[in-house]
C-alpha cells in the first residue's frame, strides 16, 4: 500500500513538472510566435529566446512576464534598447497590427517603444483589450489619427505617446476616464490648448501626470469661465466709474476663484456660483448723470449666451439690477445646457410675466427667487417695464422646485394654482413665499393635500379662504405658517389648524379673528414662536392653552382684547420663553 501511495505521488509531480515545461497557454505561445514572424525579423539575436520547440515556456521568454496564478501573458515588451542601430533600421519598418494581440487577454501592459511606422489597414481593434492599462507607443512614426482608436480603451491608466509625429488636427483624445499618466512630449502639436487634445471629464478626473514639453501649445487649459466672466463685467453698461466689480481683473496672474461674487468647486476650480449683487448707486452720481437709479441699472439686458460656458454653475443670483427683460431670443431657456442649475436668484428687477414660460425650461431648479419684481402682464418683455398682473402665462415643468418665492408682486390671479403648476402627485416644494400679492384666494382647499412636503407658508397680504384654516391640517409637514393680513375673521377653528403637530412658527397677526383661543392649540408642542397681534381675541392669557407650551421663545398678543396678568406667573416655568409683546 505505502508503494501504491509513492507510485501516485510521483505520477502527479511527474505530471505536475510536465505541465511546467508547458506553463503558458498554448494559445498565447502560438499568438507570441506569429507576433514574431510578422515582425519578420531574425538577425542579431533579437527574439532568440521566442522558440517555437514545444519545451520552451514562453512565460520566460524575453520580454514576456506572466502572472503566477494564471501562467497568462501579463506584460509584453519590445524594448528598443536591446535592439542593435542596424536592426532598428529594419525594426521601424514594422507596421502594428492590433488583431496580433486579441489572444492576450489578461494583457494589462504593452510596451513597443520606437519600434512603428504606423498600423496595418483596419486592423486597430484596441477595444479588445479590455484589461490593457499601460501602453508605451513613444518614439514611433504615428500621427494624431491613432487618436480615435486609443480612446477605445476605457482602462488604460498610462499612455505613452512622446516622440511621435502627431501634429495639430480635429481629433481628440476621449474616453479614457482612468489616465493617470499621459505623456504626449516632444511631438508638434501646435493646438490652441491642452482641451483641443485631450477631452477630460472635468468632474472626475483621475489625471496625476501630464507631461507636454517641447510642443507647440498656444496655451495650456483655457480659462474661458474667466474671459466670459470679463465680457459679462462689459455687458453690464453701468455708467458710473469703474469701481464695480472691480476685483473682476483682466491680467493673467488674477484668478477669477477669488473675484467677488465667485464661488469654484475645490475640486474641478470651474465656477459653481455666480453672484452679481447690483452696485449702489449714490445721490451725487445719480445727480452727476441727471437720471435716477432704476434708470442707470436698466441699460442692462439679460443675455443668456454669456452664461453657458458656466457648464458646472449650481446657483446664479442676480439680484437688485432692475432688469426690464432679456436680449431678445436670449431669454432663460437658453440656459437649458446649464444642467446643474439649481438655484437662480431674479429678485428686485423688473420681469413682467412673460418670464414665467422662459423658466418652466430649466427643470433642473430646486430654487426660484422672483420677489419684488412688478412682473407685468403679457407685453414684449425686452421693450417693457410693467407690473406683474394677471396672465396665461403659468410656472410649469419644475418638478425639482423646493423653494418658490413670488412675494411682493401684484399677481392678481384667482389663485396660486392660476400662477404655479404643480404636480399634485409628487410635489416637492417645501417652502412657497407668495406674501403681499393680490391672490384672492390660496389654492382650492380641496387641493391643500398636495402641499403635504410644504414646511414654510408664507401668504401675508393675500385674500383667503375662511375655510382655510379649518381645512389646513392636510399640509402634515408645516413648520412655519405666516396668514398676516388676510381679511380673515371669526373664531379660530377646533381642527385643522390644531393638527399641524410639528408647526414652530404661527403668524395670525393684523386679522379680525375674535372669541377665545382654542384649547387644542396646546398640542402644538413644537410651537416656538406665535403672533396673535392685531385681532379682537379674548380670555385671560394665563388660562389660555399658550400657557401650557414649554417651547414658546417669542409671544406676541398686542392689540387684542386678553386680559394679561402682570405677574405672568403661569409662564414662570417656560425657560426658553425669550421676548414678549402684551398690553396690561
Known amino acids: 500500500m505505502t508503494n501504491s501511495k509513492i507510485y501516485w505521488w510521483l505520477l502527479i509531480l511527474f505530471i505536475v513538472n510536465g505541465w511546467r515545461c508547458y506553463c503558458c497557454w498554448k494559445e498565447e505561445r502560438t499568438a507570441l510566435l506569429q507576433l514574431k514572424a510578422n515582425i519578420n525579423y531574425t538577425g542579431d539575436g533579437l527574439f532568440s529566446s521566442w522558440m517555437a520547440n514545444k519545451t520552451s515556456d514562453c512565460c520566460q521568454w524575453e520580454g514576456i512576464v506572466c502572472s503566477n496564478p494564471s501562467k497568462r501573458v501579463t506584460k509584453l515588451s519590445i524594448d528598443l534598447d536591446i535592439i542593435s542601430e542596424d536592426t532598428f533600421s529594419v525594426m521601424n519598418n514594422w507596421y502594428f497590427n492590433a488583431s496580433l494581440f486579441i489572444p492576450f487577454k489578461n494583457l494589462k501592459a504593452l510596451l513597443l517603444p520606437g519600434l512603428l511606422a504606423g498600423w496595418a489597414q483596419n486592423e486597430v481593434r484596441f477595444e479588445k483589450l479590455r484589461q490593457l492599462e499601460i501602453l508605451d507607443l513613444s518614439s514611433n512614426s504615428l500621427n494624431r489619427s491613432i487618436f480615435q482608436s486609443l480612446g477605445q480603451l476605457s482602462s488604460l491608466k498610462s499612455l505613452y505617446l512622446a516622440e511621435n509625429n502627431i501634429e495639430s488636427g480635429s481629433e481628440r483624445l476621449s474616453g479614457l476616464d482612468k489616465l493617470e499618466i499621459l505623456d504626449l512630449s516632444y511631438n508638434a502639436l501646435n493646438d490652441e490648448n491642452v482641451l483641443s487634445v485631450l477631452e477630460l471629464n472635468v468632474s472626475r478626473t483621475t489625471l496625476k501626470k501630464l507631461d507636454m514639453r517641447n510642443n507647440r501649445f498656444r496655451s495650456f487649459i483655457p480659462n474661458e469661465e474667466k474671459t466670459a466672466l470679463l465680457q459679462l463685467k462689459a455687458n453690464i453698461n453701468y455708467s458710473t466709474g469703474n469701481d464695480y466689480l472691480s476685483s473682476w481683473g483682466a491680467n493673467e496672474t488674477s484668478d477669477c476663484c477669488q473675484w467677488e461674487g465667485i464661488v469654484c468647486s475645490n475640486n474641478t476650480r470651474r465656477v459653481v456660483e455666480l453672484s452679481i449683487i447690483a452696485k449702489q448707486i449714490s445721490q451725487e452720481e445719480q445727480l452727476r448723470n441727471v437720471t435716477d437709479r432704476d434708470d442707470m441699472l436698466r441699460n442692462w439686458l439679460f443675455n443668456a449666451s454669456l452664461f453657458i460656458p458656466f457648464k458646472n454653475l449650481k446657483a446664479l443670483i442676480i439680484p437688485g439690477h432692475s432688469l426690464a427683460g432679456w436680449v431678445k431670443n436670449e431669454g432663460f431657456e437658453k440656459l437649458r445646457p446649464l444642467r446643474k442649475l439649481e438655484r437662480l436668484d431674479l429678485s428686485g428687477n423688473q420681469f413682467n410675466r ?181 385681532n379682537q381675541f379674548t380670555g385671560n392669557i394665563a388660562l389660555s392653552p399658550l400657557s401650557s407650551l414649554l417651547s414658546l421663545e417669542y409671544l406676541l398678543i398686542a392689540n387684542n382684547n386678553f386680559e394679561v396678568p402682570i405677574s405672568f406667573e403661569s409662564f414662570a416655568n417656560h425657560s426658553k420663553l425669550k421676548f414678549v409683546i402684551a398690553d396690561y
Open 354 to 534: 412673460s418670464i414665467f414660460q422662459s423658466l418652466s425650461q430649466l427643470s433642473s431648479l430646486k430654487s426660484l427667487n422672483l420677489s419684488s419684481n412688478n412682473i407685468a402682464s403679457r407685453s414684449e418683455i425686452w421693450f417693457t417695464d410693467n407690473k406683474i398682473g394677471s396672465g396665461s402665462e403659468r410656472l410649469s415643468g419644475l418638478d425639482k422646485l423646493e423653494i418658490l418665492d413670488l412675494s411682493h408682486n401684484n399677481l392678481e390671479d384667482k389663485n396660486v394654482l392660476s400662477a404655479l403648476e404643480l404636480n399634485t402627485s409628487r410635489t416637492t416644494l417645501k417652502k412657497l413665499d407668495i406674501r403681499y400679492n393680490r391672490f384672492q384666494s390660496f389654492i382650492p382647499n380641496e387641493e391643500l393635500g398636495a402641499l403635504r412636503n410644504i414646511e414654510y407658508l408664507l401668504l401675508d397680504g393675500n385674500t383667503l379662504d375662511e375655510n382655510f384654516l379649518r381645512s389646513s391640517g392636510v399640509m402634515s409637514s408645516l413648520k412655519v405658517l405666516s396668514v398676516a393680513q388676510c381679511n380673515l375673521n371669526g373664531t379660530l377653528p377646533l381642527q385643522g389648524l390644531c393638527d399641524l403637530k410639528y408647526l414652530e412658527e404661527l403668524s395670525l397677526s393684523r386679522n379680525s379673528f375674535i372669541g377665545k383661543l382654542p384649547t387644542c392649540l396646546g398640542n402644538l408642542a413644537f410651537l416656538r414662536v406665535i403672533d396673535l397681534t392685531q
